[in-house]
């Protein structure tokens, strides 16, 4: 079907389009320009001496690898054509043991580049696609994932691109391959396909290619394996208990130890030199806190807590300092250096800590901007809906709904700096943690397993009702807005709601038939919907019933649908048939489609489209006359 129905990018309308409103200007000190000319910083990866940092920086329509001194200094550019990527999926660049070269994806291939300088070479023809290459210690071998005969394999080369050996095959997909420190060994994760909500992982023997299961369990999510420097053990999470926890796996043991009982989700953990800690990032309620795991006493110490998120923390080979990632709904991505002694207790001071990098251009540091707050709400159940509510310094009374995507993602103390200006304009915002989120415990991430656009469409309507309750919102002037699984909540929230409490929606790539995109869509994404509702020809009723383009005869008030012709995630056709269906139901909607363009906007041209689309069509909708 995709290859018979050919899209061109368009604009389509039924109903008097959301013009700019000239009475309306946008607040002091903004610009569309500033939004769209931030540079996102991210990815950073540390040399073997500590001494330098290669991060991945967006510029328009590419995100090319950089180089600079952890001491500070002016960036060295490594590649010069790697096409844009959204961040979430890119993977780190990592470097050779001796520390003279990277190895990176860049489309569906892997490349290695000197770091002396010289054009990248891709070493990675014998795959259609392949990722997440690791090193040998001698900084020739690779241990990479490919992509073949409708499985994610593990092969061995080189950094020449030499005839592969295939490590790790099987029934499921074989992903995040992690060598030991003498190169001996190979920890994964394989996701089997007779169980898509498990991850086990295991081991092979690199000479003889034999293979064990060190940990893994019904129905039960073990991954992210570490070996320590010694190669004595294996570090890694796993979510038995509820939450995705840090265990420990002596490599001659085969009981793992569990060592931190947080009831909070980790992740990003890291060894230090000496192997006795473990650096790691700890989710509070969608806060992102730098921790150390004390491996001897079972004891987490809160490093950084800020608001915000912590990523990607790496140990210098001293163990003296950490290299690590962070950002907030204040402030833009950089990389930081944090200077640490492991022994002590409490939190870093900040005179320990030094801005590697600087990515906000000083008009944006003239502005104010939000920070939310964390609340709860009920829904129709009686279940408390955890959300971020952002509160204008200067309400306009009206307010925006916005479920994540996902589902199984989070509402994060993030930065997004479109959703500053339209508070900044004097919307409230509400990002909602509906049923099915992340953050909260396995138990409340499965609560809309098999029940896609039920529950959790009705968390987004009783967010709705919660905005009611505050003093500065008129009930009467609230939308929803969502990307990805928030689009199609989206639209099942305008489609299924009879109290039509909603005055307009925006579905960004979002979709209304669930069973075509499962079938249209990429092969993981068909199994990450398998993954939570079956597969339809086991499962057909949820997947009938959790599409809203059955209910579009229901949608009394205007939807504005934007969608990137390149998306394999939710397919562009997605759009198509819910437009189809809107114009023979004579609703009135906004539609418009994006060349060039994937699941998530990257091309400079294309944001600014998305964004003034819509801020024309709040204002259009959800602003009132205000004259005299």
Not at 30 to 53: A, C, E, Q, V
Not at 415 to 443: C, P
Request: glycine residues 8%; hydrophobic residues 35%.
């Amino acid at each position: 079907m995709s290859e018979e129905i050919k899209l061109t990018e368009r604009y389509e309308r039924n109903g008097w389009p959301s013009l700019t409103r000239p009475d309306l200007k946008p607040p002091q000190g903004w610009d569309m320009s500033l939004l769209t000319g931030f540079n996102r910083i991210y990815n950073h990866s540390l040399s073997p001496d500590g001494k330098y940092i290669a991060f991945i920086w967006n510029h328009d329509e590419f995100s090319d690898i950089y180089l600079m001194p952890v001491e500070g200094g002016w960036p060295e550019r490594l590649t010069f054509e790697r096409r844009a990527r959204q961040y979430w999926w890119d993977d780190i660049p990592r470097w050779s043991p001796d520390g003279k070269w990277l190895v990176f994806d860049s489309g569906k291939h892997v490349f290695v580049v000197p770091i002396t300088g010289g054009t990248p070479k891709k070493i990675t023809d014998f795959a259609s696609r392949a990722t997440t290459a690791h090193w040998l210690p001698d900084s020739h071998g690779l241990i990479l994932s490919v992509e073949h005969e409708e499985s994610e394999k593990i092969l061995l080369t080189d950094k020449l691109g030499s005839w592969p050996y295939e490590l790790a095959a099987g029934p499921g997909d074989n992903r995040d391959p992690e060598p030991s420190p003498d190169g001996k060994w190979v920890a994964y994760v394989q996701r089997p396909f007779n169980d898509l909500n498990r991850l086990d992982v295991h081991l092979v023997d690199v000479a003889s290619g034999q293979h064990r299961l060190l940990v893994g369990a019904p129905k039960q999510k073990n991954f992210s394996p570490r070996w320590s420097h010694d190669g004595t053990k294996i570090a890694f999470l796993s979510d038995r208990t509820g939450f995705d926890e840090v265990y420990l796996l002596p490599f001659d043991d085969e009981e793992p130890q569990q060592i931190t009982k947080a009831k909070m989700d980790l992740l990003d953990i890291a060894w230090s030199p000496d192997d006795k800690w473990l650096v790691a990032t700890m989710n509070k309620d969608g806060a992102l806190g730098l921790v150390l795991v004390d491996l001897i006493n079972n004891k987490i110490r809160n490093l950084k807590t800020k608001p915000g998120i912590y990523s990607n923390p790496q140990w210098s080979p001293g163990g003296d300092f950490v290299t690590v990632e962070f950002l907030s709904p204040q402030q833009p991505p950089d990389i930081y250096r944090i200077d640490i002694i492991p022994g002590l207790d409490g939190e870093i001071p900040n005179e320990n800590i030094k801005q590697l990098t600087f990515s906000t251009p000083p008009a944006l540091k003239q502005l104010r901007m939000v920070m939310p707050d964390r609340i709860r709400f009920k829904s129709f159940d009686g279940q408390d809906i955890p959300a971020l509510l952002y509160k204008p310094y200067k309400p306009n009374g009206a307010a925006i709904v916005a479920p994540h995507g996902g589902p199984r993602d989070q509402a994060l103390f993030d930065w997004d700096v479109f959703t500053q200006y339209l508070i900044a304009k004097g919307y409230t915002y509400l990002e909602v943690d509906y049923r099915g989120s992340t953050g909260y415990g396995r138990q409340y991430e499965l609560m809309n397993q098999d029940d896609w656009g039920k529950g959790d469409t009705n968390d987004c309507l009783m967010a709705g009702n919660y905005l009611d309750t505050l003093r500065w919102v008129d009930k009467e002037r609230l939308a929803i807005m969502g990307l990805s699984y928030g689009g199609y909540l989206t639209i099942c929230s305008l489609a299924r709601d009879p109290e039509h409490r909603f005055s307009c929606g925006i579905a960004l790539y979002g979709d209304a038939d669930v069973y075509s995109s499962w079938a249209l869509s990429e092969r993981d994404t068909r199994l990450y919907t398998e993954m939570q509702i079956g597969h339809p020809a086991k499962n057909r009723r949820a997947y009938l019933d959790g599409s809203p383009v059955h209910q579009v005869k229901h949608i009394q008030k205007p939807l504005l649908i934007l969608h990137g012709l390149e998306d394999d995630i939710v397919p562009p056709y997605a759009s198509e048939e819910l437009v189809e269906s809107l114009r023979k139901n004579d609703k009135t909607y906004e539609y418009k489609t994006y060349s060039r363009e994937s699941h998530g906007f990257l091309r400079r041209e294309s944001v600014l489209d998305r964004y003034t689309r819509i801020e024309r069509f709040l204002d259009w909708y959800l602003m009132p006359y205000t004259g005299d």
